[in-house]
């Protein structure tokens, strides 16, 4: 089992760009989640789908867009970067329910110029 | 919502002595507590979890927790620690009201020195 798989690992945007991360679990799970982590800041929750085609906001979801069209995979779209948006990207998925364990990516570094 | 506090944003240790790594929550709520560890370069992984029961937690890699409802933390142990163990470490809180919001504190820079 590869568990969950970030593409890309890298990636350098100009302002104003757009591009999709893809996330990927091979684990048959209901829960994914998208995530950025900033230095002092932990992870925060951009955007979560308890299921296919469904989506959510989480903490910080503006200027993010996702979707869900099939269970294994969770899109993040950044419409039109912007230098607020450099950061560490990650993925997770889980069985659902609160005391479920989160399984995350290897993570997708962007930086926006 | 709930809330995670992580007390030190570095540990700096020498190989084989003890380490404890603070976390304090805030919620209305029960709450689910977690602890994770993320590796250079590498994702999130769990450590361990407290849902209920006996307050203290045994983890992967010789780690441990405990849970303490009235000073609200649940800071991590261990014994004696490797270099293999420099790592970031991140608590984390989920209340069991089931609204998928899973609150990360800071992260715990440990460096193992030898």
């Known amino acids: 089992n590869a568990g969950v798989t970030q593409t890309p690992k890298f990636r350098v945007l100009k302002t104003g760009q757009s591009m999709t991360l893809l996330c990927a679990q091979d684990?048959?799970?209901?829960?994914m989640y998208w995530y950025r982590q900033d230095p002092g800041m932990g992870l925060r929750l951009i955007h979560y789908?308890?299921?296919?085609?469904?989506?959510a906001k989480g903490e910080v979801p503006d200027g993010y867009n996702v979707s869900r069209l099939k269970k294994q995979n969770f899109l993040l779209g950044l419409e039109s970067a912007a230098p607020s948006q450099t950061s560490v990207y990650f993925c997770?998925?889980?069985?659902?329910?609160?005391?479920?364990?989160?399984?995350f990516g290897p993570g997708t570094r962007l930086t926006v110029l | 919502a709930q809330s995670v506090t992580q007390l030190d944003s570095q540990v700096p240790v020498f190989e084989e002595a003890p380490v404890e790594l603070r976390c304090n929550y805030s919620?209305?709520?029960?709450?689910?507590l977690f602890w994770y560890v993320q590796y250079p370069n590498q994702g999130l992984q769990l450590l361990l979890k407290?849902?209920?029961?006996?307050?203290l937690v045994k983890g992967i890699n010789g780690f441990e927790a405990e849970f303490n409802k009235s000073q609200t933390s649940f800071h991590l142990r261990k014994p004696s620690v490797h270099i293999s163990d420099t790592a970031e470490y991140f608590c984390?809180?989920?209340?069991?009201?089931?609204?998928?919001?899973?609150?990360f504190g800071a992260g715990t820079r440990l460096t193992v020195k030898p």
């Open positions: 407290y849902l209920s029961g006996s307050t």
């Open positions: 984390a809180v989920s209340d069991l009201r089931g609204n998928n919001d899973m609150r």
């Open positions: 684990m048959n799970h209901e829960y």
């Open positions: 997770a998925s889980s069985l659902g329910q609160p005391y479920n364990e989160q399984f």
């Open positions: 789908s308890v299921g296919e085609g469904t989506t």
């Open positions: 919620s209305s709520v029960s709450v689910y």
